[in-house]
């Protein structure tokens, strides 16, 4: 690349050069000052030191948290959680679809479709308010539960047992619906002819769900699942912070919750920084840990 | 051609329309429930050991009340909220978009030096962040934090979306461009008049990503206000549904016990004001966000 190319380069695209300014100002602002912020980290931040002259401790934080009783518990928490929504949440939406996909009356197909993406547009306030009033005290789950003898009348939340679960059936009820929507175009790309040739074979419906169907969504169910497991130790930290209570703190508590406790209310910035940043670099890990074991045995790779 | 079916095919598809008619109603159950109680009457709602509510309670002595929805609509927080709101979808969504499609038209140049640089440090962002504190801090240092910029600039422009906008410029064939430019057409010219129009479909499925998730969304507020005024409606919400602290929104004033005698009236009916805008304008817009999910597919 020589100087005359450089300005030939500029001649020719410098209004595009000028276009791009507040984009990249953008970037530069929110995303990449706060990465050059992640010393505070190494710092013991104190609001008159600020960046610069607050005093630089070094891994003390990570040491700290290392050691702490909060790593486990939080590694435990936000891992838990993430693992149990990938395998009830990543699997119930392609089941969803593959029902869909069965279905012959299109009307109805339709009705059933739209109904299903109705909760995906409900704010995640109203549907844990919603959750907090049926498992409250007198609440209509609670009463349901009661009846059968399952549960004692009081407010469910604040018991230990039940926040996994109403995390992991919560989101179900909120994506399940949204979630099909790519299988089912990843199934209607299928080619036809695939399942004549089948059907002229002699495989009957579930060999060809199995041999044909399965096959075909095969790479979309795959980068859908890297995508997952890229953010496997990044559970919703807005809806547990609605729905955890100090009672269930210790089944309930994850890093992003951590971080925004001790953080935003708690004002230890350097201390949760270092959370954070351990948690991004986890989760970066697991990505590329992802993407090069599909690679390797199923071709499929996001980069 | 018609394939004859045989006795487990036929069980199949009866069972299958069964599982679909009680998902839908799983989907609905906590709406209906939400929507009937928010109209019936308060004592019986107490005293209803069924569950959820798929009718609304009333008999000979109580009656169906709106009672609850008088209050909501007259109450100034939920009012403010919801305009606040609706400043920040608003004042978002135009920011947002003119942002992305500029950025989009940037990186969707040909013949460029720089441009793929700027993709790249575009998509290292996806994989890695700062996180929540510094971000903070950074928006602390601007002055911002507290005030309507926070709330417009934060999550203003994401990549995935300038990745879409690029991705349908690049369709638009490039002599249509070049031909624009013999005529003297300047960079601007060429992305309003041209690529813009175009690129219509795209444009209006990013701005109603970013206007729902804008509108559901609260921990941004959460973070950054404190000025009760600037509450967006879903703070106001969080108030009153979860944390319960409800009786601070609503000064019931006529009597001292009548908070915890409406209480659940004025959730229910705070829940349908809030969500009924959303799922009056889903139906029509959702056959967009399908789009959006498949143009993003395409990406990956």
Redesign the interface.
Known sequence: ?NKQ??RK?WI??R???L??I???L??I??????????V?AFEDYTPRGG?IFSQWVGVQNFTDFFSSYYLWRLLRNTLLLSILNLIINFPAPII?AL??N???NEV?KK??Q??????F??????I???I???MGY?G??T??LV?MGLAENKDLLTLKGYFRPVYVLSST?QG???GS??YL??LSGVDQELYEAARIDGAN?WQQTWHVTLPGIAP?VI?MLI?QI?SLLSSS??KI??LYRTQTYEVADTI?TF??RR??QGGE?GY??AV??F??FVN?ML?FTANSLSRKYSETS?F | MKIKESPSRIVFRVINVIIMIVLAFACLAPLLHVFFASISDPILLTQFQGGIVLWPLYDATHHITAKGYTFVLTNPSLIRGYANTFYYVVTGCILSVLLCSLGGYCVSRRNTMWMKYLTLMMTFTMFFGGGMIPTYMVNKYLGIVNTRWVMVLMGLVSVFNIIIVRTAFQAIPASLEESAQLDGAGHMTILFKITFPLAKATIAVITLFYAVGKWNEYLTAAIYLTERKLYPLQLILREILVNDSGQSVFNVEDQASSYSQFKKLLQYSTVIFATLPILCVYPFVQKYFVKGVMIGSIKG
Request: hydrophobic share 55%; charged share 10%; glycine share 8%.
């Open positions: 690349m190319t450089i380069d020719h695209n209004s595009v050069y276009l791009a507040p984009i990249f953008y970037f602002i929110w995303s990449y000052l706060p990465m050059v912020g992640v505070l960046f969803l029902l869909l069965e279905l012959q109805f009705v059933i739209t109904i299903s993406y109705m909760p547009f409900v704010s995640t306030v109203v844990c308010g919603i907090v009033d049926f007198d209509a789950i009463k349901i009846k009820w399940i619906g949204y929507i790519i175009a990843a419906r979309t980068i995508m890229g930290t807005d912070i609605l992003g971080v925004y953080g935003i910035y949760s920084t954070g940043l948690n991004s970066l990505l996001l």
